[in-house]
């Protein structure tokens, strides 16, 4: 189903590549990442191309809810506790740069940007706030401490960020992607190098940049151990309130609230991809008791990649690849991550120096407790009999029969019914 952007927004129809091609950098991936990125590099005059399979935005990104925000979660306590003040204090002022960034591009660009405050609540532990704030005070971050919220919840309180932003991601694209040189309906079918082979000619590069949502490298990285996939639903409604910021809870499996237009947007029934959830029946109980007289306009469902530590992963592909880069786990924070690995990529590209690039660095260590439960995750998978495989790592798929989808519960590749491929990391569709 079309979310409310793909429904009112119309993208340019792109050619695809005819023939073979040179050119010094190889963007693989039409999301708001790889655009982005093929945004700077023409602004730095960079000879390159970007290649998308299908068509610009036509996955994650056209299913986004687009809050641009650096407060990702109840995230800044758990920084300093397992990195330090510092790299918590870069997080923070990196995500404020991407977000300047949006508010600088928008200014010209008619997307409908607003300017409103972002709430992460806990339904009932106000101890996490509390911990929460106490880190932000020591980064020197002046977020606020909250109780009344226009939600219908009982919720412990909330920790705010004034003056962070929304938007329509694909007004935002269809402005930025005039002039770019991109070209769709092209797949890579085999990198080779910075060699990539494609379903409509071949095309050499100096440097490659793996842009496609979860990277479909497996011998480089080890991505199929660092990341897992996380299923999330929206339903528009209309004749609803407006809410008046954006809100989520801290919970993974809690309840988001954003308004656009005269819709309120209400996301939640999470579940990780080939697991159960609560899906969009979840909201739509929640909506029948809550606004009673609204009615739903648009629904949508998207995932998202998950890192061991709730960073992504902007950089080097693996400390052997010198010459492919990759933007990859924004972890539900698409937007603001993917003006954060632009900036980073590009920097890399020039030879500037990037003082969040080491933060964000995808051969950082891997040792952490999500580690061993997406290690086991796909051991189970890999011994449970079945005749639907998933062709990326051969794990047995899941149907989801809410969504009558083969759905992959080690890394998230997602298959109609008939076997059509619809999300990677899989490359192709089931034999």
Same mark, same amino acid.
């Given at each position: 189903?079309?979310?409310?952007?793909?429904?009112?927004?119309?993208?340019?129809?792109?050619?695809?590549?005819?023939?073979?091609?040179?050119?010094?950098?190889?963007?693989?991936?039409?999301?708001?990442?790889?655009?982005?990125?093929?945004?700077?590099?023409?602004?730095?005059?960079?000879?390159?191309?970007?290649?998308?399979?299908?068509?610009?935005?036509?996955?994650?990104?056209?299913?986004?809810?687009?809050?641009?925000?650096?407060?990702?979660?109840?995230?800044?306590?758990?920084?300093?506790?397992?990195?330090?003040?510092?790299?918590?204090?870069?997080?923070?002022?990196?995500?404020?740069?991407?977000?300047?960034?949006?508010?600088?591009?928008?200014?010209?660009?008619?997307?409908?940007?607003?300017?409103?405050?972002?709430?992460?609540?806990?339904?009932?532990?106000?101890?996490?706030?509390?911990?929460?704030?106490?880190?932000?005070?020591?980064?020197?971050?002046?977020?606020?401490?909250?109780?009344?919220?226009?939600?219908?919840?009982?919720?412990?309180?909330?920790?705010?960020?004034?003056?962070?932003?929304?938007?329509?991601?694909?007004?935002?694209?269809?402005?930025?992607?005039?002039?770019?040189?991109?070209?769709?309906?092209?797949?890579?079918?085999?990198?080779?190098?910075?060699?990539?082979?494609?379903?409509?000619?071949?095309?050499?590069?100096?440097?490659?940049?793996?842009?496609?949502?979860?990277?479909?490298?497996?011998?480089?990285?080890?991505?199929?151990?660092?990341?897992?996939?996380?299923?999330?639903?929206?339903?528009?409604?209309?004749?609803?309130?407006?809410?008046?910021?954006?809100?989520?809870?801290?919970?993974?499996?809690?309840?988001?609230?954003?308004?656009?237009?005269?819709?309120?947007?209400?996301?939640?029934?999470?579940?990780?991809?080939?697991?159960?959830?609560?899906?969009?029946?979840?909201?739509?109980?929640?909506?029948?008791?809550?606004?009673?007289?609204?009615?739903?306009?648009?629904?949508?469902?998207?995932?998202?990649?998950?890192?061991?530590?709730?960073?992504?992963?902007?950089?080097?592909?693996?400390?052997?690849?010198?010459?492919?880069?990759?933007?990859?786990?924004?972890?539900?924070?698409?937007?603001?991550?993917?003006?954060?690995?632009?900036?980073?990529?590009?920097?890399?590209?020039?030879?500037?120096?990037?003082?969040?690039?080491?933060?964000? !660095?995808?051969?950082?260590?891997?040792?952490?407790?999500?580690?061993?439960?997406?290690?086991?995750?796909?051991?189970? !998978?890999?011994?449970?009999?079945?005749?639907?495989?998933?062709?990326?790592?051969?794990?047995?798929?899941?149907?989801?029969?809410?969504?009558?989808?083969?759905?992959?519960?080690?890394?998230?590749?997602?298959?109609?019914?008939?076997?059509?491929?619809?999300?990677?990391?899989?490359?192709?569709?089931?034999?």
């Amino acid at each position: 189903m079309q979310s409310v952007w793909e429904e009112n927004t119309k993208l340019p129809e792109l050619e695809k590549l005819r023939g073979n091609l040179k050119t010094d950098v190889l963007i693989i991936g039409g999301g708001m990442a790889g655009l982005l990125c093929a945004y700077m590099l023409e602004k730095e005059n960079v000879d390159y191309a970007l290649i998308e399979a299908e068509t610009i935005c036509s996955g994650i990104t056209g299913k986004t809810t687009a809050k641009i925000t650096s407060q990702h979660g109840l995230i800044y306590n758990k920084l300093i506790r397992e990195f330090s003040v510092e790299e918590a204090r870069m997080y923070l002022s990196a995500n404020e740069a991407a977000l300047a960034k949006y508010r600088e591009l928008c200014a010209d660009i008619d997307c409908d940007f607003e300017t409103k405050d972002n709430y992460v609540y806990s339904i009932n532990d106000s101890r996490k706030l509390d911990k929460e704030m106490d880190a932000l005070g020591r980064i020197g971050y002046p977020a606020e401490l909250v109780h009344d919220l226009p939600l219908p919840i009982s919720a412990a309180g909330a920790v705010r960020f004034s003056a962070q932003a929304q938007f329509n991601p694909l007004k935002f694209v269809a402005a930025i992607s005039k002039g770019l040189n991109i070209y769709e309906h092209t797949k890579v079918t085999e990198l080779i190098g910075t060699s990539a082979r494609s379903s409509n000619g071949e095309i050499s590069a100096n440097t490659i940049i793996v842009a496609t949502h979860f990277p479909f490298l497996n011998k480089h990285g080890s991505y199929f151990l660092k990341m897992y996939q996380h299923r999330s639903y929206v339903i528009a409604l209309e004749n609803a309130p407006n809410v008046g910021g954006m809100y989520v809870d801290d919970d993974d499996k809690g309840m988001s609230f954003r308004n656009y237009n005269d819709l309120l947007l209400l996301g939640g029934g999470d579940h990780r991809t080939g697991k159960q959830g609560g899906g969009w029946r979840e909201l739509e109980s929640f909506a029948a008791r809550n606004y009673t007289v609204a009615f739903e306009k648009y629904r949508w469902a998207a995932q998202d990649c998950m890192t061991l530590d709730g960073m992504p992963y902007i950089g080097r592909y693996s400390k052997k690849t010198h010459d492919l880069l990759v933007a990859t786990g924004f972890n539900k924070w698409g937007m603001s991550s993917a003006m954060v690995s632009a900036t980073i990529l590009t920097d890399m590209l020039l030879d500037r120096e990037n003082e969040y690039a080491r933060l964000f !660095s995808p051969s950082r260590s891997i040792m952490r407790p999500q580690l061993a439960a997406n290690a086991f995750e796909a051991a189970v !998978s890999l011994l449970t009999p079945s005749q639907k495989r998933c062709p990326h790592l051969g794990c047995a798929l899941k149907w989801n029969a809410y969504e009558h989808t083969w759905d992959c519960p080690c890394h998230g590749s997602r298959f109609t019914e008939d076997g059509k491929l619809i999300d990677n990391p899989a490359t192709g569709d089931l034999k």
